[in-house]
């Protein structure tokens, strides 16, 4: 039988700031995905890094705000994008479907979506894409494994496999017109974990907004991917890259809920897929449609 661990890790410091005496406000930031649960925790936090936050969702959004500007897009809809990218200066994408679905769901958002995105910013001469990635593009590795970045891509499922080809696209997007790109592979972002596996990846709402902020403004990232989890006590993700590029230390850790879901929730088997794989549940769902 299988032994399930995890990796513990100290988290990563950093020796200088990279944003030490950098300007950390613009004119325009561009939130898509902005009435998704994410989008909502981003939309209260980013205003106060520019002077308009332009919102975008193909679903409702609320009453805008001042300091906020909305236009509903849907993003595969190429026309509609390029007018949405328009006189921005950061693009924050979270747009697209956020769980495993069919491919004929993901494609239109999560595929042909992300590639309007670039070919707009490419068009209107936006220099920085923050990229909401996944966890999920390496969800087939063991939870006993520790990877990093540049490991190969191991996809759970299509949504997985559409964050991979995101990733791939800023790289060709840098290497040909110099776009740079940080994206980030979110692990399990809530106001607080809700299972055995969020204790360990986690990533609370302060440190999302401080790695959000530091990937729009730190200089000179190229085309980086990072990992977006906090200090908690277990690790499956090396994110030195995020440290040592952008002077990620996340701040804070599921610990204090550790003793409440330990207690609620006895572990699934050994050799039961859920708890061997990162990807959690994504690695058994579907298929779709037989």
């Not at 759970?156 to 964050?163: A, N, R």
Request: net charge negative; with cysteine.
């Amino acid at each position: 039988m299988t032994t399930i661990t995890t990796t513990t890790t100290t988290e990563p410091r950093v020796a200088t700031d990279p944003l030490e005496g950098v300007r950390t406000r613009c004119g325009r930031i561009l939130l898509t995905g902005a009435a998704g649960n994410l989008g909502r925790v981003l939309r209260e936090r980013l205003t106060r890094y520019c002077d308009v936050l332009r919102l975008s969702d193909l679903a409702a959004l609320d009453e805008v705000r001042d300091g906020e500007e909305s236009m509903r897009c849907d993003l595969a809809d190429a026309a509609a994008v390029d007018a949405l990218v328009r006189g921005c200066d950061v693009i924050v994408h979270l747009g697209g479907v956020s769980v495993e679905r069919p491919f004929e769901e993901i494609l239109p958002a999560n595929i042909a979506g992300v590639y309007h995105v670039y070919e707009a910013a490419r068009r209107h001469g936006v220099r920085r894409v923050v990229f909401a990635s996944s966890n999920h593009v390496t969800g087939f590795y063991r939870q006993d494994e520790l990877i990093r970045p540049e490991d190969p891509p191991r996809p759970d499922g299509y949504y997985g496999l559409s964050k991979a080809f995101g990733e791939q696209l800023a790289r060709f997007y840098f290497d040909r017109y110099g776009i740079e790109t940080v994206s980030v592979r979110i692990g399990s972002s809530f106001l607080e974990p809700k299972d055995r596996r969020m204790l360990t990846s986690w990533l609370g709402y302060d440190d999302l907004e401080q790695l959000v902020r530091r990937a729009m403004f730190v200089p000179k990232v190229g085309c980086l991917v990072v990992y977006g989890v906090s200090a908690n006590r277990d690790w499956w993700w090396d994110n030195e890259a995020a440290a040592a590029r952008l002077g990620y230390v996340p701040a804070q850790t599921s610990e204090p809920w550790r003793a409440r879901i330990e207690n609620e929730q006895p572990p699934l088997p050994e050799t039961d897929p859920i708890r061997r794989y990162q990807g959690g549940a994504f690695v058994v769902a579907g298929p779709f449609g037989d």
